[in-house]
C-alpha cells in the first residue's frame, strides 16, 4: 500500500489562529480524503480532495472553515482556519482507489490542540 | 438509527481467550466491508476486508451476514498486542469514493 506521510504530526496553536496540514503520497492516487477524530470519537469525513477540482465537503463542514487543495495526484493539504478549542482533534488523511472493494489507507495523523 | 453501530465495550479478556465482535449496518444496499484496528493516538490500520464467503487471516476470521446486515471479526488466541479499538467500516457504494461509514469501534484490553 501507499506510504503516506502527514506534517505536521502535532501542533499547539492559539485561537483565532489557522493551520496547514500536508499530506504527501509516495504514489499517485486517484482518491484522497480528510477526516477529523475528536477524542473519544469516531472517525468523521470533512471532504473529498479532487485533483483539479474544488473539493466535496460533508454536511456539517465548509470550504470556509476548512480550505482544501489538492494540486496533483500526490499531495493535498488542509487548512484549519479561525481555530477555537472545539477544532482540537486528530486529523487524517487517507488514500483509496477508485474500486470500493480497496480500503482506504491512512497516514498517521495530526494532533491538533487550541488553547 | 446509526449507520454503522458497535458494541464499545470495553471488552477485556485474558491471554489465549478468544473474543467476538459484530457491526450491523443500516443500508442493505452497501456494497464492500472492512475491519481496522486503532492503537491509542495512532492511525486506523486495515486489519482485514471482508468477503461474503468469510475470510481467515491467521488468528482473525471475518464474516459477513448481508441478509440480517451485520459482519462480525471473531479473534483467537488472544494476544497482549490485540489490545487496541477495533474499528467496523461500511462502505455504502460502487466506489471508494462513496459514503463510508466508520463505526465508533469497539474497544478490546488483553489482560495477562
Known amino acids: 500500500s501507499a506510504v503516506i506521510s502527514q506534517k505536521p504530526s502535532r501542533d499547539i496553536c492559539q485561537r483565532g489562529t489557522s493551520l496547514t496540514i500536508q499530506c504527501q503520497v509516495d504514489?499517485?492516487?486517484?482518491?484522497m480524503f480528510w477526516y477529523r477524530q475528536q477524542p473519544g470519537q469516531s472517525l468523521t469525513l470533512i471532504a473529498t480532495a479532487n485533483q483539479g477540482s474544488e473539493a466535496t465537503y460533508e454536511s456539517g463542514f465548509v470550504i470556509d472553515k476548512f480550505p482544501i487543495s489538492r494540486p496533483n495526484l500526490t499531495f493535498s493539504t488542509l487548512t484549519v482556519s479561525n481555530m477555537s478549542p472545539e477544532d482540537s482533534s486528530i486529523y487524517l488523511c487517507?488514500?483509496?482507489?477508485?474500486?470500493?472493494?480497496?480500503?482506504?489507507?491512512f497516514g498517521d495523523g495530526t494532533r491538533l490542540s487550541i488553547l | 438509527r446509526k449507520e454503522v453501530e458497535q458494541d464499545p465495550g470495553p471488552f477485556n479478556v485474558p491471554e489465549g481467550a478468544t473474543v467476538a465482535f459484530n457491526c450491523t449496518y443500516s443500508?442493505?444496499?452497501?456494497?464492500?466491508f472492512f475491519w481496522y484496528r486503532q492503537d491509542c493516538r495512532k492511525e486506523p490500520k486495515l486489519l482485514m476486508s471482508?468477503?461474503?464467503s468469510g475470510n481467515e487471516d491467521g488468528r482473525f476470521t471475518a464474516q459477513l451476514n448481508r441478509a440480517s446486515q451485520y459482519i462480525s471479526l471473531l479473534i483467537r488466541d488472544s494476544k497482549l498486542s490485540d489490545s487496541a479499538t477495533y474499528l467496523c467500516v461500511v462502505n455504502q457504494g460502487e466506489t471508494s469514493y462513496d459514503k463510508v461509514i466508520f463505526g465508533p469501534g469497539t474497544s478490546l484490553s488483553v489482560i495477562p
Open positions: 504514489s499517485q492516487v486517484t482518491m
Open positions: 471482508v468477503y461474503s
Open positions: 487517507s488514500v483509496a482507489g477508485t474500486n470500493s472493494n480497496q480500503p482506504q489507507h
Open positions: 443500508n442493505s444496499a452497501s456494497q464492500s
